[in-house]
């Protein structure tokens, strides 16, 4: 069964640092893809941050480019969020999330494609003086 | 970015009814459209990907379809556990964008 597991979040002043820790078990972690996911309180789902297979490659949302950083330990089968420079409007539940690989035919033609398809609980972020 | 809106936000409907929530791209994404459910308190659940294939183990009465800027999501006849909040997600490139939810409640 997929397992992730974040941990991490707490209360934080503006300005702080925090290391968010998602612990992966279940799946062959080195072969996916992973990202981290945010959900304000009582708002949307807002994508933050993802990493390929080898953590070769990193993407980030505009709002965190600079501050965070993504990271990922094939063998300690982790992924790792850091966060600096906390905002308020960083005030969110963060998810870690798989990206899973599927394959669909479109017009007589087989394409990868990726979705989000496990995800952990969360841990909570509160910027806040 | 590519901007994600859904319509409407928000839904009521009964057991049984048959409902549609839509979703349109701010540029074309071909397929690369995904669709999630989340329940109160829990993490997001993938529904659909590829715009209109259904991840395994989700129910036969969600369907999805299709291509380019204008997708939507079906429910054929709503059970009680459909009640929750869907997003659309588009995967074509990152940043990976959400739609802003439709929460469907019981009329």
């Known amino acids: 069964e997929v397992q992730l597991v974040e941990s991490g979040g707490g209360l934080v002043q503006p300005g702080g640092s925090l290391r968010l820790s998602c612990a992966a078990s279940g799946f062959n972690f080195s072969s996916f893809w992973m990202n981290w996911v945010r959900q304000a309180p009582g708002g949307g789902l807002e994508w933050v941050a993802n990493i390929k297979k080898d953590g070769s490659e990193k993407y980030y949302v505009d709002s965190v480019k600079g501050r965070f950083t993504i990271s990922r330990d094939n063998a300690k089968n982790s992924l790792y969020l850091q966060m600096n420079s906390l905002r308020a409007e960083d005030t969110a539940l963060y998810y870690c999330a798989k990206e899973g690989i599927m394959v669909a035919r479109v017009n007589r033609h087989y394409y990868h494609y990726y979705g989000m398809d496990a995800w952990g609980q969360g841990t909570t972020v509160t910027v806040s003086s | 970015d590519i901007q994600m809106t859904q319509s409407p936000s928000s839904l009521s409907a009964f057991v049984g009814d048959r409902v549609t929530i839509t979703c349109r791209a701010s540029?074309?994404?071909?397929?690369?459209l995904n669709w999630y459910q989340q329940k109160p308190g829990k993490a997001p659940k993938l529904l659909i990907y590829?715009?209109?294939s259904l991840q395994s183990g989700v129910p036969s009465r969600f369907s999805g379809s299709g291509s380019g800027t204008d997708f939507t999501l079906t429910i054929s006849s709503l059970q009680p556990e459909d009640f929750a909040t869907y997003y659309c997600q588009q995967s074509y490139n990152t940043p990976y964008t959400f739609g802003q939810g439709t929460k469907l409640e019981i009329k």
């Open positions: 540029q074309s994404i071909n397929t690369y």
């Open positions: 590829a715009a209109s």
